[in-house]
């Protein structure tokens, strides 16, 4: 089906306009959010799924704040059912951090059928969210490596009967099973990585991802998949939305990571970070890594200007982007902010740093601070740092630092 430009809705620009998304292979989502949540019962008659409060604030609203801090800003919502009050409560995005756009469906057409209603819209790949679930992973490593071929993040569950199991080898899925079977097993995470190409292939009218599309993708090798084993809820049933009202928001509350300027870059580079051209000290993309891969929020801060951050407590860096472009995010990592702090030396001040766990609702009790000096990690202690360590500029030490603290 081709897309109605009539229903399509795009976000207004901010005035100056939106800052470039930064160089990933993945810069865009779309977020499957048309269903009616008929085993819901009366919670979705006057409210989207997607939507239903959460702690106070709409489901969705977690989902976009993942993807806007692994950079991932422009996103496309696929709607249906009471389309006009999910817009109502999400609006253009840009108090979350993101451009919105809209594709709405005249009758119901499936996850594939969705996907495919939005393809005016899409980049050359993408990721597909569904829109009642949360499963913490990271995007970019999903799609790090993925060379144009479609993928799927799966979850190891102790019990596998409500979801289906699927069963890989060596990176491809090999096949699906229904839903039923108890015990432990793999299950389809709700995320994909698709292209525009494969959903050019799909049929006009009601088609689903993962009923027909998959399947068929598996059949022909075509179909790859990595596991993960992040947070992951779904509110499709009254006990698990239940849940999610205290689980939500704890998983929200994350641990956090402060990388030092000095632990970050070479010293005697030479250059900022404002056009990407620096030096990275060895073993910086491999411990950002895993520091992503763990969940945990990952800062670089510092009190020097050639950071190219906001001072304390702006929002992202505008060269971020140029961060990313240096070859994070080609290791599938990826900086949560970067700061400048503005005053004089070269460490955070304890109040600084209070601040930003402040902004990103940060656990500093579970956080770690690699300082470059000895005044930095004491400052980290006094900002309530539950770990503060100093960084001895052997070759490795940074990813092994990262790891011992994770």
């Given amino acids: 089906m081709s897309i109605d430009l009539g229903l399509v809705e795009r976000a207004p620009a901010k005035p100056g306009g939106f800052a470039p998304v930064r160089k990933t292979m993945v810069r865009q989502a779309v ?3 048309g269903g009616r949540g008929t085993r819901l019962g009366e919670l979705t008659r006057e409210v989207p799924k997607p939507v239903i409060p959460v702690g106070g604030v709409p489901f969705l609203s977690y989902l976009i704040w993942n993807l806007a801090r692994h950079g991932i800003r422009e996103i496309v919502l696929s709607t249906g059912y009471l389309h006009e009050k999910l817009r109502d409560a999400l ?25 495919r209603n939005c393809l005016g819209l899409l980049d050359e790949t993408f990721l597909v969210l569904n829109g009642d679930s ?19 993040a799966l979850r190891r569950v102790e019990d596998a009967s409500r979801f ?7 990176g491809r899925v090999v096949q699906f099973s229904e839903k039923g079977a108890g015990g432990p097993g793999a299950i389809n995470g709700g995320i994909y990585l698709l292209t525009r190409e494969v959903v050019r292939e799909l049929p006009e009218g009601a088609v689903s991802l993962e009923q027909d599309v998959f399947p068929e993708l598996a059949a022909r090798g075509r179909l790859f998949c990595k596991e993960y084993s992040g947070f992951f809820l779904d509110i499709g049933v009254p006990e698990d939305l239940a849940r999610a ?63 190219g951050g906001r001072d304390c407590p702006g929002p992202d860096s505008p060269h971020f982007e140029g961060i990313a472009a240096s070859g994070l995010a080609d290791a599938g990592a990826h900086f949560d902010a970067v700061y400048h702090y ?8 304890p109040a600084m740093l209070a601040a930003f766990g402040r902004d990103w609702n940060v656990d500093m009790a579970a956080s770690a601070m690699i300082g470059g000096s000895s005044s930095g990690v004491s400052e980290a202690r006094r900002a309530g740092v539950g770990r503060w360590l100093l960084h001895d500029r052997e070759p490795d030490d940074l990813r092994r630092l990262v790891l011992s603290i994770l």
């Fill in 91 to 115: 609006g253009d995005g840009r108090e979350l951090g993101v451009r919105l756009s809209y594709v709405r469906e005249r009758e119901p057409l499936g996850t594939g059928g969705g996907v």
């Fill in 342 to 349: 503005p005053r004089e030396g070269r460490s955070p001040a």
């Fill in 134 to 152: 949360i499963f913490d992973i990271n995007y970019l490593d999903l799609a790090a490596g993925a060379q144009g071929n479609p993928r799927i």
């Fill in 164 to 170: 289906g199991t699927v069963r890989h080898r060596s």
């Fill in 31 to 33: 977020i499957l959010a």
């Fill in 245 to 307: 009202q205290t689980d939500v928001p704890a998983w929200r509350r994350k641990p956090a990571l402060f990388l030092d300027r000095d632990v970050v870059v070479e010293d005697d580079s030479g250059h900022g970070f404002e056009d990407g051209d620096f030096a990275w000290r060895p073993g910086v993309c491999e411990a950002v890594k895993a520091a992503n891969d763990a969940g945990w929020l990952v800062f670089a801060v510092s009190a020097r200007p050639d950071m």
